[in-house]
Each structure stands twice: as C-alpha cells, then as structure tokens.
C-alpha cells in the first residue's frame, strides 16, 4: 500500500454541490444558457476565473466568463450571436444584446506558446494554443482565480488549491510566483488589486516574489500597466492599494518622486493616504449610483500631496505630468487632473460677484467633488463649496 496516502496529482479536488455555496440564481442567465447550449452539444463548459470566486465569496461578479472544450469555430457554430475576435479568432463573444459573455476554449500556459504561434508565418489553426481544463487552470494567475463551476454537475472542480485560499483569504501565484512575474509583470498589480479589493492578504513566497521582481513592470506594456493602476480605484480600496504598491516596489518604479514622498512623510501614515481614504469613502458613495468616477478626478486625488508640497507655480502641471511620462494616461486625463488641483484656490473662497464662470466648465462638478474630498481628509469646512454649488444649482444649467 506504498502511496496509500499520497495525493494524487492529475486530478482535481472536486467539491460536490452541498459543499459550495454557488447557486445557479446568482448566475447571469445568459451564461447559462451558453453553458447548457455547450454542454447539451457534448462539450465540457465551465464558469471560469474571476465570477466563480465573487460568487464563492458572495459578491456579485462583474462579469461571467465560460471555458470550454469547444474550438472557436465551434461556438461559432453552436450560436448565432457569437463573434470570434482577437489576433487569430481565438476567443468567441456570444452577445445577448448589449451584454458580452466571454467564451475561451481551454487554454494551454504560457504567453510564450502564444507568441511562437503567433509570429509562425503560417502555422496551422490545429496547434498548440489549446489545451486540457487542467492546461487551463495552470496558466491562470492565482489560485483563486483558477476554479472552475461545472454546469453537467453543479460541482466546482479545483487544480489548483483555490477553494482553501478563498476560504483563508489568501492571493496565492498558481506555480512558481518567480516564473509567474518575470513572465508577466502585470500579475504583481493583479495581486495588489484581489489583495486591497477583497481584503485577503498575499502569501508569503508570492510577496517575497514581488519584492524580489517589482522592477520587472518597466518591461510591461504601457498601456496595459496605466489600466491596472486605474483598476486600483474602483471599490473603494486604493488606500490599501496604493500601500501595498508602495511597499512592493512597484510605485516606486512607476512614479518614483510620489513613493519618494511618502517614504518622507511618514510612511503609513503619509498624508497620500489620507486623501486616498477620502477618495475611498467617495468612491464607496458613488457606486451603484450610476455614476462613474472620472479617472481624472482618480489622478488628482493620487497626486494631491506631491502637488501641495511643490508649493511653486506650475505645480499641477509638474506632478501631472510624472503620470504623463511614465504612464502615458491620456492626454484628457492629465488636463482634467490639472484643472481639478489648480481649482482649488478658485474655490476656497464663497463666489464672488460676477465672478463665477467657472461654473460653466465642464469639469466644474468634478472639481466640486475634488474639493469636497481635500476638505474632508483635512477636516476643513465646506462652506465656501457650499456656496459654489448652490449657484451651480441656480444658475449651472443655463448655458
Ligand atoms: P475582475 O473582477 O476584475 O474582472 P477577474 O478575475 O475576472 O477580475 P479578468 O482580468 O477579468 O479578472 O480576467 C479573467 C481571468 O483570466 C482571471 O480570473 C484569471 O483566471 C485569468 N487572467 C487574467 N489575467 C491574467 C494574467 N495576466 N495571467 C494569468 N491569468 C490571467
Ligand atoms: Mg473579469
């Protein structure tokens, strides 16, 4: 009986319907409908990634994505609201109005295959890019987003360890988090955002990897790095974000003079996260109301201590324009956080006579809100921004 009680690898955990708590009620029916279609067709069809852990911990998931056995071209064929898209048709978006549900046939690791196959001058369809539900659990990021909700059964099946982290809270890398980083830098400001946004601390050896490898994201795409940190707002947690950001190294990497400054003032207890817990409570405030926070109120928010300590003129546009060059944010991103921070002077004072065309700027409601949330992290009356905003209200619709 040697190996009587070693795990068996090649196989899965699998937890049977009475031991999760995922109910098919809080799933989008319009994934299940693609889940069904797939699976009455005799393809294995997953929830996969980020819905099955919101629904595990018992959020609601912004999106629901499927993983299935099925080729593209077979989704395609299995319905007729299905576009293939991406470099080489390899993901299907089966539409239901305005709605998206991802659909991806189960994957194989590794960003490497990927460009091999891509660059290949002709290589045929039928290669490499695909693989097994196994394949595609190992090549996620991190084990709680590596669970797979088995529609045939109601089980959720389990390669990677996912279903104890959640229920530990832990950010853990799938594989070895050295090779996961260095092969995708991006996944240490993934695990930066699942850590603030559900409050699960990262384990040890994938923090020690971020620490070792946080300079890695200056190889990273621009554009792709500049979204992450725009993913670190929304839910109320940049505070923590922004902390643990600092503390990795990454900040210091993407805006070096920022992490500069909090290292001098404070650490923890820097007057960025001050304004960055104003920005949170705002941010808590806002969602489901409809409203979106604008990320140029984000960026201002972020860099408002750096601009109070310049104290010279020009001041905005200096610490703005950090986030210009080591970011690239769009160029309506940098003007608009310009605006917002040099407003502030405007309306620190109740509008005087005939003085107060400000009102008519687009951004006027933005840098209301600027205001509002500086005065709250520094217990300063509103007063004066009371006033603007009771002539906005008598006279901003006007023009
Ligand atoms: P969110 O709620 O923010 O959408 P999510 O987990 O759904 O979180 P997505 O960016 O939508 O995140 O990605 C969907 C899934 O794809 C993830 O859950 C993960 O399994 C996988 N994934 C995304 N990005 C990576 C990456 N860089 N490396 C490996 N796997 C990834
Ligand atoms: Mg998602």
Redesign the pocket.
């Known amino acids: 009986m040697f190996g009587f009680f070693r795990k068996k690898v090649n196989e899965p955990v699998v937890y049977r319907r009475p031991e999760h708590c995922i109910s098919r009620k809080n799933i989008d029916p319009d994934a299940l409908k693609v889940l069904y279609r797939l699976s009455s067709l005799g393809y294995t069809a997953y929830l996969?990634?980020?819905?099955v852990?919101?629904l595990l911990i018992g959020r609601q998931?912004?999106?629901f994505?499927v993983g299935t056995s099925a080729k593209p071209a077979e989704v395609k064929h299995a319905f007729r609201n299905c576009f293939l898209i991406g470099r080489r048709f390899r993901l299907a978006h089966v539409k239901f109005g305005g709605k998206v549900i991802e659909t991806a046939t189960f994957r194989q690791n590794s960003q490497t295959v990927g460009e091999i196959i891509e660059h290949a001058a002709e290589g045929p369809f039928e290669d490499n890019t695909f693989g097994t539900p196994q394949t595609d659990a190992y090549?996620?990021?991190f084990t709680v987003?590596?669970l797979f909700y088995d529609i045939k059964d109601f089980s959720v099946i389990d390669w990677v360890g996912g279903m104890k982290d959640i229920r530990k809270k832990i950010i853990r890398a799938i594989g070895d988090p050295e090779i996961r980083f260095q092969e995708?830098p991006?996944?240490m400001m993934?695990a930066v955002k699942f850590s603030s946004r559900l409050g699960f601390r990262i384990e040890k050896r994938t923090l020690v990897a971020m620490k070792k490898y946080h300079s890695c994201i200056l190889n990273a795409s621009v554009p792709r790095v500049c979204e992450e940190v725009f993913?670190l707002f929304p839910y109320g947690c940049s505070a923590e974000a922004f902390r643990l950001m600092h503390e990795t190294g990454l900040l210091g990497d993407l805006l070096p003079e920022l992490s500069r400054y909090i290292a001098s003032s404070g650490n923890g207890r820097s007057p960025v996260f001050r304004y960055l817990k104003g920005l949170d409570a705002y941010e808590k405030m806002m969602t489901g109301k409809g409203f979106e926070v604008s990320n140029g109120l984000r960026a201002a928010v972020l860099m408002t201590a750096l601009y109070k300590a310049e104290k010279k003129d020009g001041a905005g546009r200096k610490v703005m324009q950090m986030m210009l060059d080591s970011l690239k944010i769009p160029k309506s991103v940098y003007f608009t956080a310009v605006l917002l921070m040099e407003s502030s002077r405007r309306l620190s004072a109740p509008p005087a006579k005939g003085k107060f065309r400000f009102i008519y700027n687009r951004d006027f409601l933005d840098a209301l809100d600027y205001n509002r949330i500086i005065a709250r992290s520094e217990k300063r009356s509103e007063d004066a921004l009371n006033k603007w905003a009771d002539l906005y209200e008598e006279k901003g619709q006007e023009e």
């Open positions: 996969v990634g980020g819905g852990r919101d998931p912004k999106d994505d090549r996620r990021d987003n590596g995708d991006v996944r993934r993913r």
